[in-house]
């Protein structure tokens, strides 16, 4: 990798850690016999490049060979603020014109994959093999088409998430963005708490949770999240994944709060449960249970383990009670961007035979969401020889505002 001025380098990452991911990309590409690989996610793009704007909307790629130098490829005007955050010179960051936007005759692809096999990152041999990241969400169909069309005879396969494999272990670096970004939503949900009142709209909690996820700490700032807050609240609460409308919240209802702290595009999601009001006893049972079921599966989660061996011990506790749980309680995180916060790779479900290892990080994420009502309980956490790391510090109880 070329020398980069310490400016260019993301806060606290150094050019040997650059380094040492691409050469982790290039070793899982040359297991698989992959000539070139074509990355599209915006978080891995971060993470071999330092690359960080809001330019994910439009095409865009970092093609990769297995050897000689990769490239970036953008809108130009977003290529030019690559200098800014990105670690690649110059002449590896390349900006198509601003003629392809949005045309129906031709796509921005087209243009990336001549100039890319121009470059020498992609070639038209019928001996070569590109990888695709073909479950992306940036990677259109059409731009799909635009690069196997201009990289024929070339075989084009899906990279299967290659690099997001690579990111699940995580550097010493990235663990701790993780810790500052677990403060952040400590401090986030705590004004998530305290906002939840009756007769407030559910708009203007939304309102203080974002901004404090902005302002962060007194120590670090915040950053966007991946995801908006969700407040699913009343019989929504048993629904997953609903935001907020402009109604005030309600005396006897519970809603149940997820939110993420950010920092350096890492993420730390979290998720508690507020009642307005005196509780019900199935609400309050159901919240001990979880509880319980947190200990042990946060207790499993050590070097070894897999994530059928996680979504197991928490199940033990809960048929207990009377309560089963068949969809998955967790999933790898660390770098995020828009529309989702995991990295797309190992669950803490059933059948699930990955083993867990030293650097792993997860949201362990227990919603049992029922018929009419629901409850979440949520933590994100590092595996460490020792075990399983909270990154936040807060009480795991049902939050009760009477």
Request: aromatic share 8%; glycine share 8%.
């Amino acid at each position: 990798m070329p020398q980069t001025s310490p400016e260019q380098l993301q806060k606290g990452v150094t050019a040997a850690e650059y380094d040492q991911r691409l050469a982790k990309v290039r070793a899982a590409m040359s297991e698989r016999s992959l000539s070139a690989l074509v990355v599209t996610d915006p978080a891995n793009l971060f993470y071999l490049t330092g690359y960080n704007a809001w330019s994910f909307y439009m095409p865009q790629s970092l093609v990769v060979p297995v050897d000689g130098q990769m490239h970036l490829f953008a809108r130009a005007m977003d290529a030019a603020g690559a200098r800014f955050t990105a670690i690649l010179p110059d002449d590896q960051v390349h900006g198509y014109p601003e003629e392809l936007v949005h045309r129906r005759d031709t796509h921005p692809f087209d243009w990336i994959t001549a100039s890319a096999c121009e470059l020498g990152a992609l070639s038209n041999d019928p001996d070569s093999t590109v990888a695709i990241e073909g479950d992306g969400h940036f990677f259109s169909a059409r731009a799909y088409l635009a690069l196997t069309a201009g990289v024929a005879p070339s075989r084009v396969v899906d990279s299967a998430e290659l690099v997001n494999w690579v990111r699940v272990v995580k550097s010493e670096h990235e663990i701790s963005q993780l810790r500052i970004a677990g403060s952040i939503a400590e401090q986030a949900m705590q004004v998530a708490l305290k906002s939840i009142a009756v007769g407030r709209r559910q708009c203007d909690v939304a309102a203080e949770i974002m901004a404090a996820q902005a302002a962060g700490t007194l120590e670090h700032g915040g950053d966007y999240a991946a995801l908006v807050p969700l407040l699913p609240t009343g019989e929504g609460a048993g629904t997953p994944h609903l935001t907020w409308t402009d109604q005030p919240f309600v005396e006897g209802e519970a809603t149940t709060i997820e939110l993420a702290g950010v920092f350096g595009r890492y993420h730390a999601p979290l998720a508690r449960t507020v009642m307005l009001g005196e509780p019900p006893s199935l609400l309050v049972d159901t919240a001990s249970v979880v509880r319980e079921g947190m200990q042990a599966a946060l207790e499993t989660l050590v070097p070894g383990s897999t994530g059928d061996d996680v979504h197991a011990a928490f199940n033990a506790v809960i048929r207990r009670h009377g309560l089963a749980k068949e969809s998955r309680i967790g999933y790898s995180i660390g770098i995020g961007y828009p529309p989702d916060w995991g990295e797309r790779t190992i669950s803490l479900r059933a059948d699930e035979t990955t083993v867990l290892a030293t650097g792993m990080a997860f949201h362990v994420i227990l919603g049992m969401w029922m018929d009419g009502w629901g409850y979440e309980l949520s933590e994100p956490v590092v595996v460490t020889g020792a075990g399983a790391e909270r990154l936040t510090d807060l009480p795991q109880e049902l939050a009760i505002r009477r």
